[in-house]
């Protein structure tokens, strides 16, 4: 958790997140076709929209945001009508996003309001501070859905993580989990020794997980064995956890015009941090470079719980 705290209260991620992103800390949704990557704010909300549409709820639906960030994901998907119960493990991140939720609410017309019985599902979004691998606070089975956006590579235990997901879900619950592949092995091997080295120092100060975890009651690390979820990959391990239906796809193109841009504005940039040494300073420039080089994937993953299925895996 320390290093996640780091590396999103860093100066440069901060700013990033404002100004690239403008809060809505994820990468946006492109036609294959397009190049150009802005306007960037309309691209963040068809990603948004591109996940609402993978968990196939109808309105009313309750649902767990797994490291909502500022909340701006949560908000969008409470304004389409899902009850949503948002979690972060920043106590940064929970304030923003309960702020911001007090101001989308300050703008309800509550004239309206006042003259129906009906709880509206803006009403019922819920910000908590949270760790999605130890759910126990939201209960068994009582979720339609949970799904996450670029949040699962900072998981130390992430076959926990998906239990708990499994385990707070009603049978035929829904998931959708947007992410960029850091577990099939697939197209992001180093291809020489100085861009091994750029990856070694993007997964240390960018708080991205390395198989450390903790077994219970042992308060050292031990390492995770990455190879059988290297074999596996995301649907696998979802194969693993109980899920059906477990399908992917590869968005690698819809994401390609924001990476390509980036990759290619702050190359020079990246090359200065990586001869001075800035990394800790600086690893959002190193990270979008070096892994524009050697070829991410980015996915979206969907599962259900089976229909016959009760408590976790």
């Known amino acids: 958790m320390d290093g996640v705290k780091r590396y999103y209260g860093s100066l440069e991620t901060r700013l990033g997140n404002w100004i690239v992103y403008g809060g809505r800390a994820h990468l946006g949704y492109y036609s294959p076709d397009v190049w150009w990557p802005f306007p960037v704010h309309a691209a963040l909300v068809a990603m948004e929209d591109q996940v609402f549409q993978s968990l196939h709820l109808s309105r009313g639906a309750r649902v767990l945001d797994a490291g909502c960030g500022d909340g701006q994901v949560a908000i969008h998907f409470a304004q389409k009508g899902l009850q949503v119960h948002a979690i972060d493990v920043l106590d940064e991140h929970v304030q923003q996003a309960r702020q911001n939720v007090r101001e989308v609410i300050d703008k309800v017309d509550w004239n ?13 979004l819920t910000v908590e501070k949270g760790d999605y691998h130890d759910l126990k606070p939201v209960g068994n089975g009582i979720l339609d859905g949970v799904y996450t956006i670029e949040t699962l590579v900072h998981a130390t235990d992430l076959d926990r993580v998906l239990s708990e997901f499994y385990r707070v879900l009603k049978p035929r619950g829904r998931i959708a989990l947007y992410e960029y592949d850091h577990w099939s092995g697939v197209g992001v091997q180093e291809t020489n020794q100085s861009e091994g080295q750029a990856m070694d120092k993007v997964r240390l100060h960018g708080a991205i997980s390395n198989g450390e975890i903790r077994r219970s009651g042992d308060p050292s690390p031990v390492l995770q064995d990455r190879d059988e979820h290297a074999a596996a990959g995301l649907v696998g391990m979802l194969n693993k956890a109980g899920f059906e239906g477990v399908l992917e796809s590869d968005i690698s193109r819809n994401v390609n015009p924001m990476i390509r841009f980036l990759a290619y504005f702050l190359y020079v940039p990246s090359l200065i941090v990586l001869v001075l040494g800035l990394e800790a300073y600086f690893i959002n420039t190193v990270a979008i470079v070096a892994n524009y080089q050697r070829g ?3 996915i979206a993953v969907t599962a259900r719980k089976p229909a016959a299925a009760t408590g976790s895996r």
């Open 112 to 124: 309206a309001k006042v003259k129906s019985d009906t709880v509206t599902p803006l009403d019922a």
């Open 296 to 298: 991410w994937k980015y």
